[in-house]
């Protein structure tokens, strides 16, 4: 779940965005504290592999206070009991990664309050919103002069995740089309359908996406190419204004079938959703099994589906390997606007 770590390159390039990263500005005063409401995301979105994401409307909750020494941690909600609580806390090194960009120097003495909602590793963008809460928190700790731009902030993060398809909705908000040129990542935000509707089927088990993404082949068909090509680009109409297009759009060759072996029973939710005529796909590299549904009631069909389906005992969706699997289902929305954040001081 953790990205690679920020190259002294890559520092370089975002510090030179940043607005007058020259010297070490002082981090704001004690008592200062920024809140950071930040959305979950899903990446790939079915044919869209390392280019599209989509922020869901499900949030986790940053709130970082400047302390007069030490570094102190409150953490509650998913996954509080397994992460770290010193530097290496990804938001911590996400923070500090802004401050190196900014040239800023080390992070001052703080306090981490953090109420997850968004699962950890099941492919809903958790630690990419770890990244965007760090660094949006960071940089709101900086003086105005010195805080980086809003290209340099997407910079800062897509290194750390190693790819922009999930910071990106969840800095914008809606759906975003990402891309690489030249060792610079670029995001184009699109507004999203208002009737598309998210619900995600989560299941009890983890897929660390290292493993997930250790399964795609090297190479791939050119058939295989085209197909995701053209139904990757239908997905983008879909999304924006034709959601009755929903479930040819978000058909996909080039990784989900590739990586059924990592997560079978979330690959037979989403096979029988699909033969109902719903739009199911792994969400991000899984297990989450995402629909996009065509309106409320739409989604409440999916949703009483996804419940009837795990509840066949014929089916890997409900027992596998010798253990019943559970599953937790949302409905959601998709947020027009991205992370959120607010400076308050004492």
Not at 242 to 262: S, Y
Not at 318 to 330: A, F, L, M, P
Request: net charge negative; glycine share 10%.
């Amino acid at each position: 779940m953790i990205g690679p770590a920020v190259s002294d390159a890559q520092l370089h390039a975002a510090r030179t965005d940043a607005q007058g990263a020259e010297g070490a500005p002082g981090a704001a005063p004690v008592g200062t504290t920024v809140s950071v409401r930040v959305p979950g995301s899903t990446g790939n979105v079915g044919p869209g592999f390392d280019s599209l994401g989509l922020a869901l409307g499900h949030y986790d909750t940053v709130t970082l206070t400047r302390i007069e020494r030490g570094l102190e941690f409150d953490l509650s909600g998913e996954g509080a009991a397994g992460v770290p609580r010193g530097p290496e806390h990804l938001v911590i090194r996400a923070m500090q990664a802004a401050f190196d960009a900014a040239g800023a120097g080390e992070l001052p003495p703080l306090r981490l309050r953090a109420h997850n909602v968004i699962p950890h590793g099941r492919g809903m963008g958790s630690s990419a919103s770890a990244v965007v809460a760090g660094v949006l928190a960071a940089n709101a700790l900086l003086p105005e002069p010195h805080r980086l731009s809003p290209d340099a902030v997407l910079q800062v993060c897509s290194h750390m995740e190693g790819h922009p398809d999930n910071v990106a909705p969840t800095l914008l908000g809606g759906l975003t089309i990402s891309y690489e040129d030249e060792g610079r990542f670029h995001s184009v935000p699109v507004r999203v359908h208002p009737d598309v509707v998210p619900v995600v089927a989560v299941p009890d088990f983890e897929v660390a996406t290292s493993v997930a993404r250790g399964l795609l082949p090297e190479t791939v068909a050119h058939r295989t190419a085209a197909v995701n090509a053209g139904r990757a680009a239908l997905l983008v109409a879909a999304l924006g204004e034709r959601p009755e297009l929903l479930v040819p759009a978000t058909f996909d060759l080039l990784h989900q079938p590739c990586r059924a072996q990592a997560m079978a029973p979330s690959f037979e939710l989403m096979t029988r959703l699909r033969d109902l005529g719903h739009a199911a796909l792994i969400s991000g590299a899984g297990p989450t099994v995402l629909t996009l549904a065509n309106g409320a009631e739409h989604a409440q069909r999916v949703a009483a589906a996804i419940e009837e389906i795990a509840a066949d005992a014929a089916s890997s969706a409900h027992e596998y390997q010798g253990r019943t699997v559970t599953w937790r289902v949302h409905v959601l929305r998709v947020p027009e606007e991205g992370a959120k954040v607010s400076v308050s001081t004492q």
